[in-house]
C-alpha cells in the first residue's frame, strides 16, 4: 500500500505524460510524442509535453495579452460585461476541450490550438480586419489566420536562437486550417503541404469556435438590448433551448436576466452534445482508426447533423441582420476603419515612428508589411491613441 502510495505521489516526467496519452486516447488523436516537431528543433522539458510547452508559449506571448483590449463585437468601453477577444479565445478553448474530452482525443493540443487561434485577429474586430485586407489588395490581402503564423513564427521575439515562438508542427498548421467547419484554407500558400486534413484536435478548435461566438454573440446583443428574444422566437435554435429551460425551471419565466443566460447555457450544450455525437457516428462510420485516416479523409469529420446545421445556420443569418449589421454596430465599426486606414496612411508617410525593431524589418519584408503587421497587433485603444497622436482629436467610438 505504501509503496503504491508513494507511486501516485512521483512527480510525473514527460515519457510519463506520453504514456498516459498512449493509454487513455483514441488511436485517431495527436499524440505528443508522434508529434511532426519544431522548424528550430530544440530539446523537450522533462515535465512538460511539446503541446504543454506550446499552450504555455501562447499564454506567455504578448500578442495574446494583447487580446484583452480587442473587439470581438461590442468595443471595449462599451460596458464591462461585454465579450472581448480574449474571453472569446478562453470560452472556445473551454467548449473545445469539453468536446475533446468526450472524444477521448488530446486536451493538450486543443487548448494550445483554441488559445493561438486568434492571435492574428487586429483591432477593431472584423471591421479592422476588412480595413487591412483593403489596404493590403495589391499584396495578397489580409487574413488573421496567416497574420496568427506570422506572429508565431516570425514577430514574436522572446528567444535568442530563434524568431517567434517555434512551436510544433501540429500548432502551427491549425492556422492554416481554422474556420470553415475545419475544411483546408490555403495550406500551400501557407507553407503546409496540400492533400491532407486537419487534425480532429483542429477541427474540434473551429467549430468551438462558432459555438462561442453564435452563443456569446446572443448573449451580448441581448444585453445589449440591440435583439431581442421576442425577435429570436422564430429561430428553431433558440425556440427549442427556450422550451427546454420553460419546462425545467418556473423560475426562469419571472427573471429575464436568468432565462436568457439559462438558455444560452442550453444552446451550447444542445450544439456541444450534438457535434460529439454526430462526430463519433462518423467516425464509425468511416472506419477511422488512426491519424493517417483523419488526414486522408475527404471530409472533415468533426460536424453537426444535418438538422442543427440548419437551425445552427438559421441562428447566424439572424445574427448577421440585426445584430452585425445594426446601425449601431456599423456606425462604431465604420468609424474604426477610417481610423486604421488613416494610421496605415501615416505610417506609409512617416514610417521613422515606427518602432525600432520593426524598422528592422522594412528592408526585409517590406514597408507596407511591416506596418500592417504593426498595426494588426495594435489593441483598439492603442490604435485610437495613434489615431488622436497623429492626426489629432478623434471621435471615441
Known amino acids: 500500500?505504501?509503496?503504491?502510495?508513494?507511486e501516485k505521489r512521483k512527480m510525473r516526467s514527460r515519457t510519463d505524460i506520453e504514456a498516459i496519452e498512449e493509454k487513455t486516447l483514441a488511436?485517431?488523436?495527436?499524440?505528443?510524442?508522434?508529434s511532426r516537431g519544431r522548424v528550430h528543433p530544440e530539446e523537450e522539458p522533462p515535465y512538460r509535453s511539446a503541446y504543454l510547452r506550446d499552450r504555455d508559449r501562447i499564454v506567455h506571448s504578448s500578442a495574446f495579452r494583447r487580446l484583452t483590449y480587442k473587439t470581438q463585437v461590442f468595443?471595449?468601453?462599451?460596458?464591462?460585461?461585454?465579450?472581448?477577444?480574449?474571453?472569446?479565445?478562453?470560452?472556445?478553448?473551454?467548449?473545445?476541450?469539453?468536446?475533446?474530452?468526450?472524444?477521448?482525443?488530446?486536451?493538450?493540443?486543443?487548448?494550445?490550438?483554441?488559445?493561438?487561434?486568434?492571435?492574428?485577429?487586429?483591432?477593431?474586430?472584423?471591421?479592422?480586419?476588412?480595413?487591412?485586407?483593403?489596404?493590403?489588395?495589391?499584396?495578397?490581402?489580409?487574413?488573421?489566420?496567416?497574420?496568427?503564423?506570422?506572429?508565431?513564427?516570425?514577430?514574436?521575439?522572446?528567444?535568442?536562437?530563434?524568431?517567434?515562438l517555434n512551436l510544433t508542427f501540429e500548432v502551427r498548421e491549425g492556422f492554416a486550417k481554422c474556420g470553415d467547419g475545419g475544411r483546408v484554407r490555403a495550406r500551400s500558400r501557407m507553407g503546409f503541404p496540400e492533400?491532407?486534413?486537419?487534425?480532429?484536435?483542429?477541427?474540434?478548435?473551429?467549430?468551438?469556435?462558432?459555438?462561442?461566438y453564435d452563443a456569446h454573440d446572443l448573449d451580448d446583443g441581448?444585453?445589449?438590448?440591440?435583439?431581442?428574444?421576442?425577435?429570436?422566437?422564430s429561430e428553431p435554435a433558440w425556440a427549442e433551448a427556450a422550451e427546454d429551460v420553460a419546462r425545467e425551471y418556473a423560475v426562469y419565466a419571472e427573471d429575464g436576466r436568468l432565462r436568457r443566460r439559462a438558455v444560452v447555457r442550453r444552446l451550447i450544450n444542445r450544439l456541444v452534445t450534438d457535434l460529439a455525437l454526430e462526430t463519433e457516428r462518423r467516425i464509425v462510420e468511416r472506419r477511422i482508426t488512426s491519424l493517417g485516416d483523419v488526414r486522408r479523409s475527404?471530409?472533415?469529420?468533426?460536424?453537426?447533423?444535418?438538422?442543427?446545421?440548419?437551425?445552427?445556420k438559421g441562428l447566424e443569418t439572424f445574427l448577421t441582420k440585426n445584430l452585425y449589421r445594426h446601425p449601431r454596430?456599423?456606425?462604431?465599426?465604420?468609424?474604426?476603419?477610417?481610423?486604421?486606414?488613416?494610421?496605415?496612411?501615416?505610417?506609409?508617410?512617416?514610417?521613422?515612428?515606427?518602432?525600432?525593431?520593426?524598422?528592422?524589418?522594412?528592408?526585409?519584408?517590406?514597408?507596407?508589411t511591416v506596418i500592417c503587421d504593426y498595426v494588426a497587433g495594435m489593441t483598439d485603444r492603442f490604435a485610437l491613441g495613434e489615431t488622436r497622436r497623429f492626426l489629432g482629436p478623434a471621435e471615441d467610438l
Open 27 to 34: 488511436p485517431y488523436a495527436a499524440f505528443s510524442a508522434r
Open 75 to 164: 468595443i471595449n468601453h462599451e460596458g464591462d460585461h461585454y465579450r472581448t477577444r480574449m474571453t472569446h479565445t478562453l470560452e472556445v478553448a473551454q467548449i473545445a476541450r469539453t468536446i475533446a474530452r468526450a472524444l477521448a482525443l488530446n486536451e493538450d493540443l486543443t487548448e494550445a490550438l483554441a488559445l493561438a487561434h486568434d492571435l492574428g485577429h487586429p483591432p477593431f474586430g472584423h471591421s479592422g480586419e476588412a480595413a487591412l485586407d483593403a489596404l493590403m489588395g495589391d499584396s495578397g490581402g489580409f487574413d488573421h489566420n496567416r497574420q496568427g503564423l506570422r506572429i508565431v513564427d516570425l514577430i514574436e521575439r522572446r528567444y535568442p536562437d530563434f524568431p517567434g
Open 195 to 212: 492533400g491532407e486534413m486537419p487534425t480532429l484536435e483542429a477541427q474540434v478548435v473551429a467549430v468551438a469556435d462558432e459555438i462561442a
Open 222 to 233: 441581448l444585453a445589449s438590448g440591440i435583439i431581442s428574444e421576442a425577435a429570436l422566437a
Open 329 to 368: 454596430v456599423l456606425k462604431v465599426f465604420d468609424k474604426a476603419k477610417r481610423y486604421l486606414s488613416a494610421i496605415f496612411s501615416h505610417y506609409m508617410e512617416h514610417p521613422d515612428v515606427l518602432p525600432a525593431d520593426y524598422r528592422a524589418r522594412i528592408d526585409s519584408d517590406g514597408l507596407k
Open 298 to 312: 475527404r471530409v472533415p469529420l468533426v460536424g453537426f447533423t444535418e438538422r442543427t446545421r440548419e437551425t445552427k
Open 1 to 6: 500500500m505504501a509503496s503504491q502510495q508513494a
